[in-house]
């Protein structure tokens, strides 16, 4: 009997690897071998994949069967080959064509009753088989609308094992059956929440912009009821549409995690806010069998909320320090490495002290000196160095509200469009590097040739680094910063006034 094969897609982080399937029947006594590093929901697919072809109508050799599974040292995890198994299975006992099979990658989970179930992952994992030059892939009905988002490729929906050994040229009658659907869980209607609904904090409000125009991390510092929340729940609002890179990307993210991703590609910026009780690999991502992304990496394109910064545990926070430097998440493991994205702005919100009322104009603090120092202590200082942005946020005055009364407070929709214009001047200006907006630029590039600034205009950072106010790292941010308030304000480069104002949102804490 001829060797069946056909072709799979086992994921690592959102990176996909092509895996040859080939099954071959011998001469020995009946029994089903998979080989090729399965793991253990792999292993079972021996079970599912005999049940299924039963249940079909399809009648296999009682013979020994070998299924490999190639690369042999490539981890693979997850039901999704189960389709390709059971094809190569067919096409080694001659039941469908084998040339038909070998020109397609298959992707699916077996029920017993021959029925495909939808998988998690079905986007990345088209999105690699295109990628590795492969035109037609078989995938569930209940996956069929999500794979058809990848271009250039034809898709190809069956509900059962029947329905696709049919499309392969096996000779027998179609038999209808009821698809398997995803079942994804009701999302909650989204809610537009606009700018205007933040009264009395315009400088506030223009931190959040500049940190919107310019991609900047920020840290809003304030008693409770000031506003650091609705702030920072209003940032995706002022976000412009992910571009088509970024719209797949995070699109494959979701579809990763198994969450619904639509008849489109999601375009607008996602926001992550995790809570304080939030594990490493909650926040990360991690697996000891199957690496997961977490919400960090959920968060790429969009927004990482951590609300009440000082409760999450240390060693949490720090773990985000790499990915804010590299913009890349690397989870490692013993037999595996996976990467996934982590190019997301995050915003830190924190209470002054444990009480909450140290600053505040209308309240008296209780906790000591000591007790403060120990609270805002729980973030470290190399993270706070990573936050291009860090400003105090008050609560408002009775003044201030009925002033806020009158109207005119900034709109998301205007705020959207100062920063679009904002970006696109970061963009031009950086044209033909590798980069988009300004936090992503590196120090030496600002500090090179490319971007160099007289003297006088960094004379007042200058004096900072020298007096120890800031750091290389910070130095650098403030830079980036003050680009950010040049392109809001539509000049070629920061000036003086720039520089100074750039500093004064990264040192409004100690001010």
Same mark, same amino acid.
């Given at each position: ?30 029994? =089903? ?96 088989? +295109? ?16 794979? &058809? ?7 190809? +929906? ?12 096996? &000779? =027998? ?39 919107? +125009? ?34 797949? &990307? ?26 304080? *009780? ?33 409760? =999450? ?97 900034? *709109? ?31 120090? =030496? ?12 205009? *960094? ?53």
């Amino acid at each position: 009997m001829p060797v069946g094969r056909t072709q799979a897609v086992a994921l690592l982080g959102l990176q996909g690897a092509i895996v040859e399937i080939e099954a071959d029947y011998s001469s020995q006594l009946p029994k =089903f071998i998979l080989i090729g590093l399965p793991d253990a929901a792999l292993g079972e697919a021996r079970d599912r994949v005999l049940a299924a072809a039963a249940n079909s109508g399809f009648e296999l050799p009682s013979r020994r069967l070998t299924v490999n599974l190639s690369p042999a040292a490539l981890p693979k995890q997850g039901s999704g080959f189960d389709l390709g198994i059971a094809l190569a299975t067919l096409a080694a006992a001659g039941v469908v064509r084998a040339e038909s099979i070998a020109r397609a990658v298959h992707l699916g989970e077996l029920g017993l009753d021959g029925r495909l179930r939808p998988i998690a992952g079905i986007l990345p994992a088209v999105s690699a088989a +295109a990628g590795a030059g492969f035109d037609i892939v078989m995938v569930p009905t209940g996956n069929a609308a999500e794979a &058809e988002l990848v271009p250039g490729i034809r898709v190809v +929906a069956v509900a059962s094992l029947r329905e696709a050994a049919i499309w392969h040229g096996a &000779e =027998f009658e179609p038999i209808d059956v009821e698809p398997i659907l995803p079942a994804h869980p009701e999302e909650p209607a989204h809610e537009e929440l606009d700018l205007a609904d933040v009264i009395g904090n315009g400088d506030a409000v223009e931190a959040l912009v500049v940190a919107a +125009a310019g991609g900047h991390h920020a840290f809003l510092l304030g008693p409770p009821g000031s506003g650091k929340t609705m702030l920072a729940a209003r940032l995706p609002g002022i976000l412009p549409d992910l571009d088509a890179a970024a719209a797949l &990307e995070v699109s494959s993210i979701r579809s990763l995690c198994g969450l619904p991703v639509g008849q489109s590609l999601i375009t607008r910026p996602p926001l992550e806010s995790p809570h304080h *009780t939030a594990t490493a690999a909650a926040l990360i991502g991690g697996g000891s069998k199957q690496i997961r992304p977490g919400a960090a990496a959920r968060a790429s394109g969009g927004v990482l909320f951590l609300d009440e910064a000082p409760e =999450f545990n240390s060693s949490v926070l720090d773990a985000l320090r790499q990915p804010l430097e590299s913009g890349v998440i690397s989870i490692h493991r013993a037999n595996a490495v996976a990467h996934f994205p982590g190019r997301f702005q995050l915003i830190l919100a924190a209470n002054p002290c444990p009480c909450g009322q140290y600053g505040a104009r209308d309240s008296e603090c209780t906790c000591t000196p000591t007790a403060r120092r120990r609270y805002l202590g729980r973030l470290s200082g190399p993270l706070l160095d990573r936050i291009d942005i860090q400003f105090r946020v008050q609560r408002i005055t009775s003044a201030q509200l009925k002033l806020a009364s009158d109207g005119g407070q900034l *709109t998301s929709a205007v705020a959207r469009e100062r920063v679009a214009i904002a970006r696109a001047r970061a963009a031009e200006r950086l044209d033909g590097t590798p980069w988009n907006v300004n936090s992503q630029v590196p120090g =030496f590039w600002l500090r090179g040739p490319h971007a160099r600034l007289g003297s006088v205009v *960094t004379a007042t950072i200058d004096r900072a680094l020298e007096r120890g106010g800031i750091t290389m790292r910070g130095y650098d941010r403030v830079l980036r910063v003050g680009w950010t308030l040049a392109d809001l304000e539509g000049t070629d480069s920061p000036t003086a006034d720039h520089i100074g104002r750039a500093l004064y949102l990264r040192k409004a804490l100690s001010s």
